[in-house]
C-alpha cells in the first residue's frame, strides 16, 4: 500500500492560545478556517510543506473533540494516511487482524472517502485513511507557479494560470443535481465552485496565446462577486516561462466571454485601454465578434466591450469567418453551444495532437456529457459538439487542455465502461 501523510490533527483547546503558537510564534499560516457541522468541529489548516497540521477547535460540547479534550487534555488527536484506494487498504488490514473504527470507508469531507483505524491496532495512535476524489485543495490555497510545458512534435504548448475566479455552481452544472456536482467541486457559503483559468501558449512559427483569462479591470465589487484571486497571475505566469508580453504574435479568441478575454486589454496609467499585447493580432470569430458588438439582454453580462472595443480602434483585430487554419499546425473548429461562435483550437504536429477545449469542456469532470453549465446558450449544440469531441480525442490520443480546471491543466480522455474520465498528463 502507498500512502502518504496528508494531515496530523491536533485537538485544541484554546484557539486564541494555540494561534499565538502555530501561526505567531512559529510563524506558519494559518488558513481560513473550515467548519465541519456533522462533527461539531472548526478545522483550521496550516500547510507545512506537502503536510498539514489541523487545529481542530469543538464548536459544542458535544463534540468528539470536547470529549476528547475533557478526557485527555489538548494535543495530538489523530494522523491522516492518503491512500489511492481505500477499499484494497481496508481489506488488506482486515485480512490482517487489524481493529477497524470503520469496517467499511465512508464518505467525509469534500468528497472524500474515508475509514479510521482503531488505535488499539495502531499503537496507541488514532490513525485515518482518506481517499479523495478532489485534487490536493492546496493548489488553490496556495496558489504558486502552475506553468507546464508540453512538447508537441515541432511545437511547444505552456500551460499558464491567471489565478482562479468563482462561479455558481449552479450556472456551472446545468442540470446536475447539487448532491452530485458538490462532490467533486465543493461549494463557498455562497454557492460558488472554484475555476482556474489557464490560457495556452503556442510556440511554432509564430508565438501564440490561445485566451488571456480575466485581466486586471474589475473593480472591487467584480472582484467580490467571481471571488476573484489574482495572487498568481498571467503576468507572473508569463515572467515564469520567460515570455514578454512583446513576444507574443497572435492571440487567439475561444470567444469573447470576460473570463476568456478580460486580459486582451489592460490600462494604461493615464486611464485609457490599450491592447495587452502589444505586437500581436488578435484572432476573433466574425459571428462572436458580431454577438458581442450587439448584446442581448440574455448574453450582457459575459461580453464587457473593454475587453475588445479597444482592439478594433487600435487596428489589431482580425475576423475569421471559418474553421481555418491560423498558424501552421494550428487550426479553429467552431463547436456553437456555449455560444452561437464559441471555438475550440486543435492543434497537431509530428505526428501528436492536443486540443483547447475552452468552454466545450471547462473542467475534467465536465467530460460527462450531460454536465453542461447552464450558461451555456445552446446546451443541444454542446451535448453534439463535446459527443464528437470526446470521441475524436479518445480515439486520437488527444492532449486536451482545460481552461477552467482549478487543478489539471491538461490530460488524456479516457473511456471505461461507457465512462468518460480524465487522466492527467
Ligand atoms: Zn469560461
Known amino acids: ?77 489523530h494522523i491522516t494516511l ?13 485480512s490482517r487482524g487489524v481493529r477497524m473504527i470503520d469496517e467499511q470507508p465512508r464518505p467525509g469531507a469534500e468528497g ?9 491496532s495502531a499503537h496507541g495512535v488514532l490513525v485515518e485513511l482518506k481517499q479523495s476524489t478532489i485534487p490536493n485543495q492546496s ?14 512534435g515541432e511545437l511547444e504548448l505552456i500551460s499558464l494560470s491567471d489565478g482562479f475566479l468563482r462561479m455558481d455552481g449552479g450556472w456551472m452544472f446545468g442540470i446536475v443535481p447539487k448532491a452530485q456536482w458538490s462532490v467533486v467541486a465543493p461549494a463557498d457559503d455562497r454557492n460558488r465552485v472554484t475555476l ?66 478580460g486580459g486582451f486589454t489592460v490600462r494604461d496609467a493615464s486611464g485609457r485601454l490599450r491592447p495587452r499585447f502589444p505586437r500581436a493580432q488578435y484572432i476573433v470569430r466574425r459571428g462572436e465578434w458580431e454577438d458581442a458588438t450587439h448584446v442581448n439582454s440574455q448574453n450582457a453580462a459575459r461580453y ?23 498558424m501552421p499546425g494550428v487550426r479553429v473548429k467552431r463547436t456553437g453551444g456555449h455560444s452561437t461562435h464559441h471555438q475550440v483550437v486543435m492543434i497537431e504536429s509530428g505526428g501528436k495532437s492536443a486540443a483547447f477545449a475552452a468552454d466545450l469542456i471547462p473542467t475534467t469532470v465536465h467530460v460527462t456529457e450531460s454536465w453542461i453549465p447552464a450558461l451555456d446558450l445552446y446546451p443541444m449544440d454542446t451535448l453534439a459538439a463535446k459527443r464528437a469531441f470526446n470521441e475524436d480525442a479518445v480515439a486520437r490520443e488527444v492532449l486536451v487542455f482545460f481552461y477552467h480546471d482549478p487543478f489539471v491543466a491538461a490530460g ?8 468518460r474520465r480524465v487522466m492527467p498528463a
Request: charged content about 30%.
Open 1 to 77: 500500500m502507498k500512502a502518504v501523510l496528508d494531515h496530523i490533527g491536533i485537538a485544541v483547546k484554546d484557539l486564541s492560545a494555540a494561534l499565538a503558537f502555530y501561526r505567531d510564534a512559529l510563524g506558519l499560516e494559518v488558513e481560513a478556517p473550515e467548519e465541519v457541522t456533522s462533527q461539531r468541529v472548526r478545522a483550521h489548516f496550516v500547510p507545512v510543506g506537502e503536510s498539514k497540521l489541523e487545529l481542530l477547535e469543538a464548536t459544542t460540547s458535544e463534540s468528539s473533540i470536547a470529549r476528547y479534550v475533557d478526557k485527555r487534555g489538548p494535543g495530538l488527536h
Open 82 to 94: 492518503r491512500v489511492d484506494d481505500i477499499d484494497a487498504a481496508v481489506a488488506q488490514l482486515r
Open 112 to 120: 472524500s472517502t474515508i475509514a479510521f483505524i482503531h488505535p488499539s
Open 139 to 152: 493548489a488553490i490555497r496556495n496558489p504558486q507557479s502552475t506553468i507546464q510545458r508540453f512538447p508537441l
Open 196 to 261: 482556474g483559468m489557464r490560457p495556452l501558449i503556442v510556440r511554432g512559427a509564430r508565438t501564440m496565446i490561445i485566451d488571456a483569462g480575466l485581466g486586471r479591470k474589475g473593480d472591487a465589487s467584480f472582484d467580490d462577486t467571481y471571488g476573484v484571486d489574482h495572487r498568481y497571475d498571467l503576468d507572473r505566469a508569463m515572467a515564469d516561462a520567460r515570455l514578454a508580453a512583446e513576444d507574443i504574435d497572435i492571440v487567439l479568441a475561444s470567444h469573447l466571454d470576460f473570463d476568456h478575454a
Open 304 to 326: 464587457q466591450a473593454d475587453n475588445y472595443k479597444p482592439l478594433a480602434e487600435a487596428g489589431v483585430l482580425q475576423l475569421v469567418d471559418d474553421d481555418v487554419t491560423i
Open 412 to 419: 488524456y480522455i479516457r473511456e471505461e465502461d461507457g465512462n
